[in-house]
């Protein structure tokens, strides 16, 4: 009887584990939002639209600027948007969805593997924005943190600037030059931070709007070592600029927002 009772749970573990490889992964809802919810699609191109909307408030008000790094006399400068690329132009939810169906975590190298492929389709909206502010001749510069390291296979210092200009080419965007592409480590000082990329294009651009899927995209300092009630307050420090100058894409996958939460992740849930 005993017997019988022990190789039952081992069943009954077979069966939960069998299960628990796809399900237990905390990223399948939010992948699956990603690839296939509608909500996500209109949610995206909702943002884009919005964006169009104000561009000609931007480029015609010769004192708006984006950019807190902004300083000096920029009014006279030429005009330029500045996007994150990774969920913000760029769906790199396939890799996610690897992730998840192989009950594995992201790593370096198969990002880079991933990367390599020039696969990534677009996010909903932003290839038509972006041909958009071509028209209009507003520059368009990708701070991405997509990070310049060798590969096995090539010489190259940064292959990882032409899988994103090579994946773009491939959604439609075409002709992006390597000097309008930021990638982090590309310069000493180019950290995961962009403060210091987005002061460089403030130089020599007026920026008219910042776009991006982690609030990292837009203000310094919110990445770590820092509790989700400071991040709520700086959101609303800024509250004018969403949806006129500063445009943010959903990542229900990944970002800053859940990596400074501590350990257990659970003890953050509100309920009642
Ligand atoms: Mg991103």
Same mark, same amino acid.
């Given at each position: 009887?005993?017997? @019988?009772?022990?190789?039952?749970?081992?069943?009954?573990?077979?069966?939960?584990?069998?299960?628990?490889?796809?399900?237990?992964?905390?990223?399948?809802?939010?992948?699956?939002? %990603?690839?296939?919810?509608?909500?996500?699609?209109?949610?995206?191109?909702?943002?884009?639209?919005?964006?169009?909307?104000?561009?000609?408030?931007?480029?015609?008000?010769?004192?708006?600027?984006?950019?807190?790094?902004?300083?000096?006399?920029?009014?006279?400068?030429?005009?330029?948007?500045?996007?994150?690329?990774?969920?913000?132009?760029?769906?790199?939810?396939?890799?996610?969805?690897? %992730?998840?169906?192989?009950?594995?975590?992201?790593?370096?190298?198969?990002?880079?593997?991933?990367?390599?492929?020039?696969?990534?389709?677009?996010?909903?909206?932003?290839?038509?924005?972006?041909?958009?502010?071509?028209?209009?001749? @507003?520059?368009?510069?990708?701070?991405?943190?997509?990070?310049? #390291?060798?590969?096995?296979?090539?010489?190259?210092?940064?292959?990882?600037?032409?899988?994103?200009?090579?994946?773009?080419?491939?959604?439609?965007?075409?002709?992006?030059?390597?000097?309008?592409?930021?990638?982090?480590?590309?310069?000493?000082?180019?950290?995961?931070?962009?403060?210091? #990329?987005?002061?460089?294009?403030?130089?020599?651009?007026?920026?008219?709007?910042?776009?991006?899927?982690?609030?990292?995209?837009?203000?310094?300092?919110?990445?770590?070592? @820092?509790?989700?009630? #400071?991040?709520?307050?700086?959101?609303?420090?800024?509250?004018?600029?969403?949806?006129?100058?500063?445009?943010?894409?959903?990542?229900?996958?990944?970002?800053?927002?859940?990596?400074?939460?501590?350990?257990?992740?659970?003890?953050?849930?509100?309920?009642?």
């Amino acid at each position: 009887m005993q017997r @019988i009772g022990v190789v039952a749970v081992i069943a009954v573990c077979i069966v939960l584990l069998s299960g628990c490889v796809t399900t237990a992964n905390d990223n399948m809802n939010s992948t699956l939002w %990603l690839q296939s919810s509608s909500e996500y699609m209109a949610s995206s191109l909702q943002t884009y639209n919005v964006a169009r909307g104000n561009t000609d408030l931007a480029l015609h008000d010769k004192n708006w600027t984006a950019a807190p790094e902004q300083t000096g006399d920029f009014s006279s400068l030429p005009v330029a948007v500045v996007m994150d690329v990774d969920e913000t132009v760029l769906d790199n939810s396939k890799y996610q969805a690897k %992730l998840v169906k192989t009950g594995t975590a992201w790593s370096s190298d198969t990002w880079d593997a991933w990367l390599a492929l020039d696969s990534a389709p677009a996010v909903p909206g932003a290839v038509d924005f972006i041909h958009f502010l071509k028209k209009k001749q @507003i520059r368009v510069f990708y701070i991405t943190n997509r990070t310049c #390291r060798p590969r096995k296979q090539t010489d190259a210092k940064c292959p990882q600037e032409k899988d994103m200009i090579d994946n773009l080419a491939r959604v439609g965007i075409a002709g992006v030059k390597p000097e309008n592409i930021l990638l982090k480590n590309e310069q000493p000082d180019w950290t995961s931070e962009k403060k210091t #990329r987005l002061e460089l294009i403030a130089a020599h651009h007026r920026i008219l709007m910042l776009f991006g899927d982690n609030l990292g995209d837009f203000l310094p300092g919110v990445k770590k070592n @820092i509790t989700p009630a #400071r991040r709520h307050a700086l959101v609303l420090q800024y509250k004018n600029n969403w949806g006129r100058k500063w445009y943010v894409l959903s990542n229900p996958i990944y970002g800053s927002w859940l990596n400074v939460l501590g350990e257990p992740k659970s003890s953050y849930l509100v309920g009642y």
